[in-house]
């Protein structure tokens, strides 16, 4: 439970959050959901050895079993809480992990699963899985949750095709870019974007996670679930056009498809000239874009029925990719285990490309807790003071909340929210939009 000026029960105020509290999300989610995702993997793997033999050959599928060893060995690491290990897997990336786990040791850090910090030890256990599978070399770049981000496109298909629908009506309207209708309708794609992240398939340890329903008749009613709602402050500050605008996107599935609707607006309505899509270069929190889930699913788009809308918003979106106005960038800091405001020591040149866009739009969970650096904050924190100086240009957070970090809410409002939905910083029922100026 959160308090207005003391952050969680049990836990010293701006402590880095980690499975060694008990009260906090963290602990669970290490003692139980990694466990889990972790054994989905396995039963993965094992069930559909033969078909992986069939499309990656047979040291693949003989490889298999030594990548199921290696995985099951993973769990026991983490259940038993062993130390954290350096990885030797020869990417380029180990001497990151490598190094940061140097600099843990030497400042006197927890080491162990449950005593380090939660977001060390949950990427890194992403990081270890992508580990194991690079003994066999042919599965060296397997995604091990693209079945499950591919059927969670497809059960979602009805509520995108009906989104998608409304998206074709208000498209072409002759909205001059700094009306209030044209305003009225940002917010709204905002909304959609935000109620987006509530399909991920982390928080439920990868069971099935999708849209159902029709999203804009949602919408109304989630209204008085958006604790901050800054949205006019990211209108305001695209005042200009001819300028860019970057996501560092979050979850495949439904989540990715309100996300590029929401860039097609903001390039329709002449907010910007260019939309960035930045994502993850591995398999990453179960449900993350990767460059693969991205262009397969405007390939799935384009091939739906040619007479619906998510054909011909699969064609309009291939255009935008071929004539350069939306681009898509694989950047590998966002796969490390460090918070953002190391971003610019750590990668200064990813640092320098964010900064180049008018507005950087970060969504999710996993992103926001990033972005406040994963720290047990009084509730009523600023929350440009939570980024620690990671500012690189103006930013935008749209997150639903699935983890016990927060910011920027009224004295009195956590604890009003406790008695309401003891659980609403974790079930995702509950959303953020939130602006810090540069
Ligand atoms: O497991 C940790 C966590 O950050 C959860 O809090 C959240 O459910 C999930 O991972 C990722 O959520 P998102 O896809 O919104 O970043
Ligand atoms: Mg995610």
């Known amino acids: 439970m959160a308090t207005s000026d003391k952050g969680l029960v049990g836990i010293p105020l701006r402590a880095k959050l ?7 999300f963290a602990y669970p989610t290490i003692k139980d959901r990694c466990p889990v995702i972790l054994c989905k993997i396995i039963d993965h793997l094992y069930r559909e050895r033969l078909s992986i033999g069939k499309v990656y050959g047979m040291e693949a599928q003989e490889g298999l079993k030594k990548i199921i060893d290696l995985l099951s060995g993973l ?14 897997d020869g990417r380029k ?6 190094d940061y786990l140097n600099d843990e040791k030497n400042k006197g850090e927890g080491t ?12 890194y256990l992403y990081r270890r899985i992508l580990e194991s599978m690079s003994i066999v070399h042919e599965l060296r770049d397997f995604d091990f949750f693209r079945h499950q981000k591919e059927e969670g496109f497809r059960d979602s298909l009805l509520s995108m095709e009906q989104l998608g629908e409304w998206l074709l009506q208000i498209l072409p309207g002759e909205y001059p870019s700094c009306s209030v209708e044209t305003q009225s309708l940002f917010n709204t794609l905002l909304q959609i974007s935000l109620w987006g992240n509530k399909c991920d398939l982390s928080i439920s340890a990868g069971s099935k996670q999708s849209a159902t329903g029709n999203t804009l008749d949602q919408l109304q009613s ?31 599935g439904y989540e990715l498809f309100t996300d590029l609707c929401l860039a097609d607006f903001i390039i329709s309505c002449n907010k910007a000239t260019k939309v960035r899509f930045r994502l993850k270069n591995q398999p990453w929190f179960v449900s993350d874009t990767t460059r693969q889930d991205f262009d397969w699913t405007i390939n ?31 950047d590998s800091f966002w796969t490390y285990p460090h918070v953002y405001s190391e971003l610019q020591q750590v990668d200064p040149q990813l640092y320098s490309g964010l900064a180049e866009a008018k507005l950087v739009i970060f969504k999710g969970d996993l992103n926001y807790r990033k972005l406040v650096g994963d720290i047990n904050w009084e509730t009523t924190i600023d929350f440009k003071i939570c ?18 970090v927060v910011s920027g809410l009224e004295n009195g409002q956590a604890e009003k929210l406790t008695s309401q939905d003891k659980d609403w910083m974790i079930n995702g029922n509950w959303g953020l939009i939130q602006f810090a100026q540069a």
């Open 18 to 24: 980690s499975a060694k509290y008990k009260n906090s």
């Open 222 to 252: 989630l209204v008085d679930r958006i604790l901050v709602d800054q949205s006019s402050l990211a209108w305001s500050s695209l005042e200009v056009s001819n300028q860019t605008v970057d996501i560092v996107m979050d979850n495949a």
């Open 75 to 88: 769990r026991y690491e983490m259940q038993t809480n062993k130390e954290i290990k350096p990885l030797s």
């Open 300 to 330: 799935n788009l384009c091939g739906e029925n040619e007479n619906s809308a998510l054909s011909k918003l699969g064609a309009r979106w291939k255009s935008y990719l071929t004539n350069g106005m939306w681009e898509v960038l694989v």
């Open 112 to 123: 162990t699963w449950f005593s380090a910090s939660w977001m060390w030890s949950e990427c």
């Open 93 to 98: 990336c180990c001497q990151i992990w490598n």
């Open 387 to 404: 980024l620690q100086g990671f500012l690189p240009t103006n930013i935008l957070s749209l997150r639903t909340l699935k983890a016990d």
